[in-house]
């Protein structure tokens, strides 16, 4: 009975939802060539926000971000659904980025939308290619742009969170920027990446307390990965 209401609140919802995302994506397309990419954290937030909205989940924060004057920040984060980002963007009141896979940027228009914003493609199968990706963002943080990753670099099939890649703390190591870890609930149970339909609810982004490059220099890459891992994971029991 649960799995025939899910399917019917979905069928409803997707259209719904696309009916916002597209002409929202066109909407973004031109005004990325009006609005200087620093500032246009003013539109993504609130599109971010509906994003998740019109997919019938209201979002919520805890905790705050981290003080804008801090910057760069590196943005770590449990990769659980395809929300992930908006959950992120929709809180962080300055110019922050990403990798993405090359396959999106593919994607008419909304291709085109990540590359004029910054994003930076990455082919996650080819290791001297991927190494010449994590070079670029590291320059970029060396020029104060902050990112967002998932150290999983591919969303969970079951909840849990899975082997962390070492590109984003060889990143760390190499430019000391402070991590910010953060925690993503309910996201899973909103949209599973083997699911097509939706769960109507609450989703939440959890920041924890930023670390900085004096709290992780005398630690090597695993033992960075593990430290943030452990970060995560007790943010998501709702310590901090």
Partial sequence: MV????????????PIWFLFFVPSLFLLFILIYIIPRKHFYFIIRPISWLYCFFAGQWLKKENNPPPIDGQPYLYLFNHVSMFDQFMVGAFISHYLTAIGA???????????????????????????????????????????DSFIIA??????????????????????????????????????????????????????????TPISKNEYKDLSV?????????????????ED
């Fill in 102 to 144: 090359t396959e999106i940027f593919k994607y008419p228009i909304w291709g085109q939308l990540l590359k004029k914003y910054g994003v930076i493609p990455i082919k996650r199968k080819r290791l001297k290619s991927a190494i010449k990706s994590l070079d670029l963002v590291e320059e970029a943080i060396h020029k104060g």
């Fill in 151 to 208: 150290p999983e670099g591919t969303r969970t099939l079951n909840g849990e969170m899975g082997v962390f890649k070492k590109g984003p703390f060889h990143i760390a190591k190499n430019t000391g920027i402070t991590i910010v870890p953060i925690a993503l609930l309910g996201a899973f149970e909103a949209k599973r990446k083997n699911d097509w339909r939706l769960s109507p609810g609450f989703i939440t982004t959890r920041f924890g």
């Fill in 222 to 238: 695993d033992e960075l990965s593990d430290l943030i891992k452990s970060k995560i994971q007790t943010l998501l029991k709702g």
């Fill in 3 to 14: 799995g025939i209401f899910k399917t019917i609140v979905s069928i409803i919802i997707w």
